[in-house]
C-alpha cells in the first residue's frame, strides 16, 4: 500500500512534467515564426513529453510487460525523433522554406555555394587543360 | 413477466453489485484519486495539443509546416494513448502508442522525401521545363 502511495506520487509528478512538455511543443509549434524553430519545439518537446508519460505509465502499472513496451517506445522515439527532424529540416532548406528575418546565419548555404564555386573553378580547370592539349 | 421487472430492475441498479464490486477491486493508495483527476486534465491538454497542430497543419505557410504539424499530432496521440492506458490501467495500449509513434516516423520520412524530390527536379532546368511541358500538355489533353 505504502510503495503504491509512493509510486503514484512519482507518477503524477512524471505525468505533470510529460503533459507540461507535450503542451509547451504544441504551443511552440504554433507560436514560433519559421520551420526550424517550429522543428526545434517538436521534436525536443514530443520526445520529453512522451518520455515522461511512459514513465508514469510504467510507474503506476508497474507489470513487466508494461515497462518492457515503454522501454521499446523509448528506445524507438530516441532513434527516430532526430532521424525525422534532422530529414525533414534538411529537405525544407534545400526546397528553400523561408527563414525568420532576424536569423542570424545560414551556414549549410553558405557551404553548398563554396562547394558550387569550387566545382565551377574545377570545372574551369578541366576546361582550360581540354583546351591547352 | 411484468411481476418479474421490479426484482430484474434492482439486479440492474448499482447499488446492488457494490459489495461484490468493493471485494474484487485491488487495494488502491491515497494518490489514486488525484491520478484519475490528473489524466482527465491530461485528455483535455493533450487534445488542446491537436488542435493547435491541426491550426498550424491548415495555415502553414510551407510544404514542411504541415508535415511538422502531423508528426507532432503523431506524438500527442500517441501520449493521449498511453494517458488512457493509466487511466484504465491495461497493458493492451501501449501496442497502440508503439503503433501510432512508428507510423508518424513513416510518415515523416516519406513526406520529407517528397520535398527534397521535389526541389531536386526543380533545381535540374532541363528537368523542370520538360515537367512543365509535360503538364501543359496533359492539360492540353485534358
Not at chain 1, 569550387?118 to 587543360?129: C, D, H, L, R
Request: net charge neutral; hydrophobic share 50%; glycine share 8%.
Amino acid at each position: 500500500m505504502t510503495t503504491q502511495l509512493i509510486l503514484d506520487t512519482f507518477a503524477i509528478f512524471f505525468l505533470i512534467a510529460g503533459l507540461f512538455f507535450m503542451l509547451v511543443g504544441a504551443i511552440g509549434v504554433v507560436r514560433l515564426p519559421d520551420v526550424y524553430h517550429r522543428l526545434h519545439a517538436a521534436s525536443k518537446c514530443s520526445t520529453l513529453g512522451m518520455m515522461g508519460l511512459l514513465l508514469a505509465a510504467s510507474l503506476h502499472v508497474g507489470t513487466g510487460d508494461v515497462i518492457a513496451k515503454s522501454i521499446a517506445v523509448v528506445l524507438f522515439l530516441f532513434v527516430s525523433n532526430p532521424v525525422g527532424s534532422h530529414m525533414l529540416a534538411k529537405a525544407a532548406h534545400r526546397d528553400k522554406a523561408p527563414q525568420w528575418e532576424n536569423t542570424l546565419s545560414d551556414e549549410l548555404a553558405k557551404d553548398k555555394a563554396q562547394a558550387n564555386v569550387g566545382e565551377a573553378k574545377a570545372e574551369t580547370k578541366k576546361k582550360s587543360k581540354t583546351r591547352a592539349a | 413477466m411484468l411481476d418479474a421487472l421490479p426484482t430484474i430492475l434492482i439486479a440492474a441498479s448499482d447499488t446492488a453489485h457494490a459489495v461484490a464490486d468493493s471485494a474484487t477491486e485491488p487495494a488502491r493508495s491515497l494518490m489514486y484519486t488525484p491520478l484519475m483527476l490528473l489524466t482527465r486534465l491530461g485528455v483535455g491538454v493533450l487534445v488542446l495539443g491537436v488542435l493547435l497542430c491541426l491550426w498550424r497543419m491548415i495555415k502553414g505557410p510551407h510544404l514542411a509546416d504541415r508535415v511538422l504539424a502531423g508528426d507532432t499530432m503523431a506524438m500527442l496521440v500517441a501520449g493521449l494513448v498511453v494517458v488512457l492506458a493509466i487511466k484504465y490501467d491495461s497493458s493492451l495500449y501501449y501496442d497502440a502508442a508503439l503503433v501510432v509513434s512508428i507510423l508518424g516516423f513513416a510518415s515523416t520520412v516519406a513526406f520529407a522525401q517528397y520535398i527534397g524530390a521535389s526541389r531536386k527536379f526543380a533545381d535540374d532546368p532541363a528537368q523542370a521545363s520538360a515537367d512543365g511541358k509535360g503538364q501543359t500538355g496533359e492539360e492540353g489533353a485534358a
